[in-house]
Every structure is written in C-alpha cells, then in structure tokens.
C-alpha cells in the first residue's frame, strides 16, 4: 500500500516555505510550526503502518553516537555492532533483533536520503534538527517518516544523546502495526533507522 503524503505536492511545500518565513522572525515560531508538522506526518505513518507494518527500517542519527574510530559499515546492516556494543548502535542492534527488523543507520541526511530512494525502506525513523526534518519530508515524500525534533547538541553534533527508549517504542511499532507514539519525541534525542547518516544540518 503507498503512502500519501501531502509533500508530494508543489504546492503543499511551497505553502510551507512561506509559512517558515512568515514565522522566522518571532523567535521559536518556525520550530513550534515544524514540531506541529511532524505530529501530524506521525499521525499519517500511524494510520499507514496500522495496515502495513514494516519490516525494514532506515534509522537516521547523529553520527557522534557512533565510537569515534569505527570502521563498521553500518550502511549494510549492524550485525558486526552485536559482538561490539562499546557505542549505542550495539543496543540498536539488539533491538532491531528483538522486533525481527532489518535496520540500515544513516549519519548524513544527503546519503539517508539516497538510501531511502534506493533501498526503499518500509519506514524512517529520523531525529533531527528541525530544518532538517523538512529537508526530509520534501526529499522523500513517499517513505513513511517517523521524526522527533533533535534537542540538547551544544552546537552541531555535539554532545547529542539517543533516547533509546523512544527509539524501541518506534520500532516496536513500525513492526507491529500498533499506534506510535502521538507527537513529538522527548527533547533529548536523535533520530534513527536505515543507514548511518548525521541529522545536523
């Protein structure tokens, strides 16, 4: 079953960029419009996965949760992060195994995006800045998309942490078809699924 998403439209993006730019100037007005987005882009995915539940999923996160110096392919799966677990993608990959998915990690927004058109996951769950998240539901509008503003980085992917807990909560519902998580995602947290891909802008 396809996804419909209002993002496939010119006309829909280009009311949101002028949304955006009516709102920039007054202080958090653009994020709480964005953050209001994405509710209701996880409302639609809520609705799509309660018919299709997903067995592949793109994790798209900051790339600093990796450990610094792993050469890993993540791109291609995290089965070698099993036998490691010194960084979060080791409890990412055990929980991928729990819920039976097959999980791809993107660090970079422009190779998550290919990874989407190419790999066509059944589901993304991503957080990220929040220009970022409109970069994606433009990018890739057929792909349903989990996201969760990314909070708490001291500047860019600095500092970020993974809310582990809300990442399980997402995947356990993209597999089973059961309700997401309604809004947005605690504030501390980055975004995940397919292949290692960095969500700061």
């Known amino acids: 079953m396809s996804f419909r998403s209002p993002w496939r439209h010119r006309w829909y993006v280009w009311a ?32 799509h996965l309660a018919q299709a539940p997903a067995r592949r999923v793109l994790l798209i996160m900051p790339r600093c949760v990796k450990k610094t110096g792993c050469r890993v392919d993540v791109q291609h799966g995290l089965g070698e992060c099993l036998a490691c677990m010194a960084c979060p993608l080791g409890d990412v990959a055990q929980m991928c195994r729990r819920h039976d998915v097959q999980a791809l990690v993107a660090f970079r927004s422009h190779i998550a995006f290919e990874m989407a058109r190419t790999q066509k996951p059944d589901v993304i769950i991503a957080s990220a800045c929040h220009d970022r998240m409109v970069k994606a539901l433009r990018s890739v509008p057929d792909v349903p998309a989990v996201l969760a503003p990314l909070a708490g980085m001291e500047r860019m992917c600095v500092n970020a942490t993974l809310d582990l807990a809300w990442l399980e909560r997402q995947v356990a519902a993209a597999a089973t078809g059961r309700a997401l998580e309604d809004g947005v995602a605690p504030a501390a947290l980055p975004v995940g699924a397919i292949a290692p891909a960095a969500p700061a802008p």
């Open 16 to 47: 949101v960029e002028a949304a955006r730019r009516l709102l920039r100037p007054f202080g958090r007005g653009e994020d709480a419009f964005i953050a209001w987005l994405a509710r209701r882009q996880n409302r639609r995915v809520e609705r």
